[in-house]
């Protein structure tokens, strides 16, 4: 070769490996960030577990981080192979589908319509856990930064009963409630939540039962004695029901039934807390059906307000004009977000405080998306029973606890637009139900890893393994 032409390729041959060194170097960062992405998203994913409970506004943000994170994380097909193949995140989605569809035929302005759908934001989370907690490792990390929690929380409620609050806020400065970093009702749910858990762990786990048994004892202690959540004791009592039926057999469930029976009339009749919140809630239920089949409000002695400005009779008004709606709007509702504008216009015909948030997920659902809405609500919590037993032991424990609690706080409170409970029925199914998907991964693998295999070479397996 002349040497005027070597002298000309040089160049060429130095920008090629340049160029090359460029891609490598490019392909190397994204794959860097990437890694780096996915461990934040995870780690992320396990601190809300801890600080759903204690700091909601600390929550919102570091689910922007971890959603931010997600889209930087890449394995969008692996992560939508782990949707498609799970049942409950697919439900979810549906839900979620209805309810954007629903913002096409209400009659509210589209500001109102889109903060309404906005409160359903606690689907996609579920259904971004679920393709996040795809190791046991990682869901066994996000349970016990939730048990962290929890045990801050029962200290703290603890320490604001005796009489030393850790801080001072809304909440510790009730003195008739234990409560320090949330109210009532969020307290209690997730507390009643932990002692179901805790009971388990201390039936399955030997080595722990002088941390989980105490731990178990002083949260129901702390839901029925030191927090005046009716929804709470409710729940506790459907939770613990639930339990003796995965751990016992039916002859034991009437020892447990007497049990529970001496329990709740010790609460009754010693605990101020618990006689209290029950007696008023009998006495505001009374007055309220007084009211509606009286002459008008009534005001019973002894209270400041009139009987449909207390907490149940709020509630009852808030029911009969959500299914009122309803009735008026039977298959498809009036469209996600619409309550309020619908409650409104009719304020001075019936009287009832307009409200976004009717307090039952049910009379939510069926006032907003209709008879199509309660079927994808019962269809999703018909594919989380069925796939829950599905699940092992320790994740089907937390799956079907979470459904007992959201079924039956669902009832007389809105559990999926609340900030802390909708965010705490998200955590548990997705890191519970991340499970199912991760099995069907590990199954594709097998399945693809078996068509590569030789067929000589898989005959020889068998061989190799007697050998």
């Given at each position: ?127 971004l856990f679920i393709t996040i907690f795809r190791t046991a490792r990682l869901r066994e990390a996000g349970l016990l930064a939730f048990y962290a929690a929890m045990i801050v929380t029962l200290a703290s409620s603890i320490s604001t009963a005796l009489g030393v609050p850790p801080i001072d806020n809304r909440y510790t400065l009730n003195g008739a409630e ?201 269809m999703l919590f018909v594919a989380y029973w069925r796939n829950s037993r599905l699940l092992s032991p320790s994740m089907r424990h937390v799956a079907q606890g979470m459904l007992a609690v959201v079924l039956v706080a669902g009832i007389a409170n809105s559990i999926l637009t609340e900030r802390t409970q909708g965010v705490l029925f998200a955590f548990c ?39």
């Amino acid at each position: 070769m002349p040497l005027s032409t070597q002298k000309r390729s040089e160049p060429g041959s130095a920008s090629r490996l340049a160029l090359l060194g460029g891609v490598i170097r490019e392909q190397f960062s994204r794959a860097v960030v990437t890694r780096r992405a996915a461990f934040l998203c995870a780690g992320l994913a396990i601190v809300i577990g801890f600080t759903n409970p204690l700091a909601m506004s600390l929550t919102e943000v570091l689910f922007g981080v971890m959603a931010v994170c997600w889209l930087l994380s890449g394995d969008y097909g692996e992560r939508l192979n782990a949707i498609k193949q799970n049942p409950v995140a697919l439900a979810s989605l549906a839900l979620v589908a209805l309810l954007s569809l629903s913002l096409l035929y209400g009659e509210a302005p589209w500001r109102q319509s889109l903060h309404g759908w906005a409160r359903y934001r606690n689907l996609v989370y579920l259904v971004l856990f679920i393709t996040i907690f795809r190791t046991a490792r990682l869901r066994e990390a996000g349970l016990l930064a939730f048990y962290a929690a929890m045990i801050v929380t029962l200290a703290s409620s603890i320490s604001t009963a005796l009489g030393v609050p850790p801080i001072d806020n809304r909440y510790t400065l009730n003195g008739a409630e234990a409560t320090v970093f949330r109210g009532r009702i969020i307290h209690g749910l997730c507390m009643a939540l932990f002692a179901y858990l805790m009971t388990h762990h201390f039936l399955d786990r030997a080595r722990w039962r002088w941390i989980t048994g105490p731990l178990a004892l002083l949260a129901i202690f702390n839901t029925l004695f030191m927090v005046g959540s009716r929804t709470a004791y409710v729940v506790l009592v459907v939770l613990f029901v639930l339990l003796c039926v995965q751990r016992l057999r039916l002859r034991h469930l009437a020892y447990v039934a007497v049990t529970a029976a001496v329990i709740i009339g010790v609460g009754f009749f010693h605990s101020d807390t618990f006689s209290q919140r029950l007696r008023l809630a009998r006495e505001e239920i009374d007055t309220y059906l007084a009211y509606r089949f009286g002459d008008g409000p009534i005001k019973p002695e002894g209270w400041k307000r009139l009987v449909t400005r207390t907490s149940c009779g709020i509630r009852l008004d808030w029911y009969r004009a959500g299914l009122q709606v309803w009735a008026k709007n039977p298959l498809l509702g009036v469209g996600v977000g619409n309550i309020r504008h619908h409650l409104a216009a009719d304020a001075k015909k019936t009287g009832v405080l307009p409200s976004h948030n009717l307090h039952s997920e049910y009379v939510m659902v069926a006032a907003q998306n209709g008879l199509l809405g309660l079927g994808l609500w019962v269809m999703l919590f018909v594919a989380y029973w069925r796939n829950s037993r599905l699940l092992s032991p320790s994740m089907r424990h937390v799956a079907q606890g979470m459904l007992a609690v959201v079924l039956v706080a669902g009832i007389a409170n809105s559990i999926l637009t609340e900030r802390t409970q909708g965010v705490l029925f998200a955590f548990c199914s997705g890191l519970a139900f991340a499970e199912l998907s991760e099995r069907a991964t590990r199954k594709r693998e097998r399945a693809a890893l078996h068509a590569q295999t030789p067929a000589g070479e898989d005959a020889c397996l068998p061989r190799m393994r007697a050998a």
